[in-house]
C-alpha cells in the first residue's frame, strides 16, 4: 500500500500541471487572437462617406412677424328703416354694386308729402306777410312788434318745410358709400318698423385686417411697416397692405396686442370675415450665420452641426455643439 501512494501523487501533479498548460494555452491563443484583431481593425481604413458642403457665410436678415388675423371691410354696415312704413320702391337687387347717396328702399310718403306741400305754401305766404311788413315798418306805419311777429311766422314755416323734407328722407334707404350689397331682407308691399334691416352693405376695396401679436413684440412693430397675406380660399396668391395702427392697450387677458393694417384688393378676389395668414415685414434687420437646416442634428446633448477642419491627412468633419439657432422670421 504504502509504494502506490507516491505513484498516486505524482499522477495527480502531472495531471494538474497538463491541465494548467493546457488552460494557459487557451489564453494565451485568446489573447493572441485578440491583439491579432485588434491591430487588422487598426490598419484597415474606414469606409469613405460621401457628403455634402455647405459654406456658412454672414448675412443680413429681414425679420417678420408672422400671425393670424381676419379680414374686416374698410367701411360695412346694415342698413335699416328709419321710418315705419310700407315699402312703395324696391331699386336694388341682392348683390349689387351701388354708389354713394344711390336709393335703394322707398317707403310710403304720400302723407309727409301732403304735409310738406302745405307748410310750403304756408311759407310763401309768411315770406310774402314778413316783406310788406318790412316795408312799412321802413315807413313808419306798423309797429316793431308786428315786425317781430311776422319774422317768427317765417321762421316757423321755413322749419316746418325743413322737418318734412326730413321726414321724407327717412322714408328712403339711400347707400351712404360706394359698396357692394349683400342680400336684401325686405320686399315690395312690406310694412317696416324703425331698425328693420333692409340690406347689408361693404365695401370690399381696399379691405382691413385685423391680427393680434404678443406684448414682447410690440417694440419691433410700427405704423407703416409692410404686411402681406395670403387665405385658403385663393392658393398661391398674395396680398400686400401696410401697417395702420396699433392698439392703445394689451389685452390683460392674453397680453396680446390689436393690430390693424389695410390691404389692396384691386379685383375684389378678397372678402370681409375671410381668415387669412399675416406675414409682417419689419422695418429693421440682422446679422446671421446661415446655414441650410438639414446641416443641424439633434440628439439629447441639444443642436449639434459638423464643421469641416483641416487635418494632417486632408480635412475632417468635426461635431460642433450649436449654442443658438435663430430664424429668419418670429
Same mark, same amino acid.
Given at each position: ?9 505524482? @499522477? ?13 494555452? %487557451?489564453? $494565451? ?31 443680413? /436678415? ?21 321710418? #315705419? ?26 302723407? &309727409? ?26 315807413? !313808419? &306805419?306798423?309797429?316793431? $312788434? ?47 318698423? #324703425? ?8 365695401? /370690399? ?8 401679436? #404678443? ?9 407703416? +411697416?409692410?404686411?402681406?397675406? +395670403? ?10 397692405? !401696410? ?17 390693424? $393694417? ?28 446661415? %446655414? ?27 461635431? @460642433?455643439?450649436?449654442? !443658438? ?6
Amino acid at each position: 500500500m504504502a509504494s502506490h501512494k507516491p505513484r498516486l501523487a505524482r @499522477r495527480i501533479v502531472f495531471m494538474l500541471i497538463f491541465a494548467g498548460v493546457i488552460y494557459g494555452g %487557451v489564453i $494565451g491563443l485568446n489573447r493572441f487572437i485578440g491583439a491579432k484583431i485588434r491591430t487588422d481593425i487598426a490598419a484597415t481604413p474606414l469606409p469613405v462617406v460621401s457628403v455634402s458642403v455647405a459654406k456658412a457665410v454672414e448675412q443680413t /436678415w429681414p425679420i417678420e412677424l408672422r400671425a393670424v388675423g381676419s379680414l374686416r371691410a374698410l367701411q360695412g354696415t346694415t342698413l335699416t328703416a328709419q321710418s #315705419p312704413g310700407t315699402v312703395t320702391g324696391l331699386h336694388i337687387e341682392s348683390g349689387q354694386k351701388v354708389s354713394r347717396g344711390q336709393l335703394l328702399v322707398q317707403l310710403n310718403d304720400n302723407v &309727409v308729402q301732403a304735409r310738406l306741400a302745405n307748410d310750403q305754401a304756408r311759407l310763401v305766404n309768411s315770406r310774402q306777410r314778413l316783406e310788406r311788413q318790412r316795408k312799412l315798418y321802413a315807413r !313808419k &306805419v306798423t309797429s316793431e $312788434g308786428a315786425l317781430q311777429d311776422a319774422e317768427a311766422a317765417y321762421r316757423e314755416a321755413r322749419a316746418s318745410v325743413q322737418a318734412d323734407r326730413a321726414a321724407l328722407a327717412n322714408l328712403q334707404v339711400r347707400a351712404p358709400f360706394d359698396g357692394h350689397l349683400g342680400i336684401r331682407d325686405v320686399s315690395l308691399g312690406q310694412y317696416v318698423s #324703425p331698425g328693420t334691416p333692409v340690406v347689408n352693405i361693404q365695401q /370690399w376695396a381696399p379691405l382691413r385686417v385685423q391680427f393680434q401679436v #404678443p406684448q414682447r413684440d410690440l417694440p419691433s412693430i410700427a405704423v407703416g +411697416d409692410r404686411i402681406a397675406l +395670403d387665405v385658403d380660399g385663393l392658393p398661391g396668391k398674395s396680398f400686400t397692405g !401696410k401697417v395702420t395702427a396699433l392698439g392703445a392697450a394689451v389685452d390683460t387677458a392674453t397680453r396680446n396686442i390689436r393690430v390693424e $393694417g389695410v390691404v389692396a384688393n384691386p379685383k375684389t378676389e378678397l372678402r370681409p370675415g375671410m381668415f387669412a395668414r399675416v406675414v409682417v415685414h419689419l422695418s429693421r434687420t440682422r446679422k446671421i450665420v446661415a %446655414v441650410p437646416r438639414t446641416a443641424i442634428s439633434f440628439n439629447t446633448y441639444g443642436e449639434y452641426i459638423y464643421v469641416v477642419e483641416p487635418a494632417s491627412k486632408g480635412e475632417t468633419a468635426v461635431q @460642433r455643439i450649436v449654442k !443658438k439657432i435663430g430664424r429668419a422670421h418670429v
